[in-house]
Nanobody, 126 residues
Framework: QVQLVESGGDWVQAGGSLRLSCAAS????????MGWYRQAPEKQRELVAS?????????ADSVKGRFTIFRANANNTVTVYLQMNSLKPDDTAVYYC??????????????????WGQGSQVTVSS
């Protein structure tokens, strides 16, 4: 089972920036593709960015050009970051990092892992 600890969420004004961090530990195989998800109030969880072990990234259209995902690999741990720029009120959500089951899926409706960390709240005011 992968252990996940997210941090870096905060309140910020529209147009501002934040960087989220996630410490993930588990087997190297399980940490191959990692991603950042978010869940806004009364909405489904959305996969907004993913990154493979080799550094290949993918982004949902809702964040493309504004968010950057990157990772640092070390033995059986991975630190995954999400740099968020030009934030909008619509970005307000609890952000989670986790494994990505289907690396070809982004947005809503992706098959999700069973276990989750506590998430990190991001609030963007207008």
């Amino acid at each position: 089972q992968v252990q996940l600890v997210e941090s870096g969420g905060d309140w910020v004004q529209a147009g501002g920036s934040l960087r989220l961090s996630c410490a993930a530990s588990g087997s190297i195989f399980n940490l191959n593709v990692m991603g950042w998800y978010r869940q806004a109030p009364e909405k489904q969880r959305e996969l907004v960015a993913s990154i493979r072990r080799d550094g290949t990234t993918n982004y949902a259209d809702s964040v493309k050009g504004r968010f950057t995902i990157f990772r640092a690999n070390a033995n059986n741990t991975v630190t995954v970051y999400l740099q968020m720029n030009s934030l909008k009120p619509d970005d307000t959500a609890v952000y989670y990092c986790n494994l990505v089951i289907n690396p070809y899926c982004l947005g809503y409706g992706c098959y999700e892992p069973e276990h989750w960390g506590q998430g990190s709240q991001v609030t963007v005011s207008s």
